[in-house]
């Protein structure tokens, strides 16, 4: 599992934690629009800082950061803590912006554009606009000094403090943050006018057709029990959320499909589109005869049951 586990992270490891993390999110739970694919911006951006800023050699061996992600389903609430034991925010900051405070320098730092001279500056004024829209909270700690930042609703003016604490030892920082996995966030508002690229949803459309295809064979969890298919069924459900497109589900070199397996996608589908969405816009493809047997079953029985 990615989620509820710390993950050490250095520049080779990076991209794999985080791409990890975020498939798990896909098939954990039905999110919001957008919310998964902000959860992935605000990963990449806070967890690259460390990479970028908190060392003064960010190719040192030692150039390492600590990740953990949970899902808290009795809220619906994503929490995130991003840690590293590098210079510190105000360190960081020296040469960009000199004689600030610890407090002014963490502020600072959640400006847009603001940079330690590596990178474009944007990583933890992303996160900040995103928890906003997610009616989330974040803190930020470095040095002993943490500042919190809470949005109890998203039209609301925010709550933020400044407290002090003891650190383990001097340059460290720690991001911790949290979403509302069922907001709804609209990135052209968010970020001003920016809107980052999908690539986990380009990289499943067919080429010249207005649609978009999963594969049973490379990514369900085997074909055999209810939870693998709830899970594959989640994975359509928060790519497909708020896009046009229609989905093809593909059957093609899959394994024989337990009846548990059958009933549960087709059952978890309809219920999150609808039966007119999903007859409308799901195509189930290159089903073997044992496959389609199996759905076929399935649907008869729950028919048989009304």
């Known amino acids: 599992r990615a989620i509820n586990c ?6 080779d490891t990076h991209h794999n934690v985080i791409d990890s993390i975020i498939n798990e999110f896909r098939q954990i739970e039905d999110m919001g629009e957008n919310v998964v694919q902000s959860l992935e911006l605000a990963l990449n951006e806070v967890t ?5 800023h908190s060392l003064s050699a960010p190719d040192e061996e030692n150039s390492i950061g600590y990740v953990m992600a949970q899902f808290h389903r009795s809220n619906n609430e994503i929490a995130v803590a991003v ?7 105000q360190s960081s900051l020296k040469r960009a912006k000199r004689g600030l405070t610890l407090q002014d320098s963490i502020k600072s730092a959640l400006e ?3 940079t330690g001279g590596n990178g474009a500056g944007n990583g933890l004024w992303m996160m900040s606009q995103i928890v906003a829209a997610a009616s989330g909270q974040f803190s930020v700690a470095s040095g002993n000094a943490r500042y919190s930042f809470t949005h109890h609703e998203h039209d609301a003016a925010p709550y933020s403090f400044f407290s002090s604490f003891s650190p383990i030892k001097d340059g460290t920082t720690l991001i ?26 380009e990289n499943h459309l067919n080429d010249g057709l207005d649609r978009i295809s999963f594969d049973v064979r490379k990514e369900a969890r085997g074909a055999r029990s209810r939870r693998s298919a709830k899970a594959f069924a989640y994975l359509i459900i928060n790519t497909i959320k708020g896009k046009p497109e229609k989905c093809t ?4 070199d899959a394994p024989n499909m337990s ?4 009933d549960e996608l087709i059952l978890s ?9 999903f007859v409308k816009n799901i195509e189930l493809a290159n089903l073997s005869h044992f496959n389609q047997m199996m759905v076929n079953n399935c649907m008869q029985v729950r028919f048989e049951r009304k």
Do not use: C, H, M
């Not at 690259?48 to 970028?52: C, T």
């Not at 219920?271 to 969405?277: I, Q």
């Open 6 to 11: 710390v993950w050490k992270f250095n520049p």
């Open 48 to 52: 690259d800082n460390i990479i970028q």
């Open 83 to 89: 840690f590293d034991y590098g210079q510190g925010i």
């Open 112 to 114: 847009r554009g603001v």
């Open 176 to 201: 911790d943050f949290q979403l509302d996995s069922n907001a709804r966030i609209d990135f052209f508002n968010v970020l001003d006018g920016y809107e980052p690229t999908d690539l986990w949803y």
């Open 249 to 252: 589900i593909d059957f093609a």
């Open 259 to 262: 009846a548990s397996f059958a």
């Open 269 to 277: 589908l309809v219920e999150k589109l609808g039966f007119v969405g």
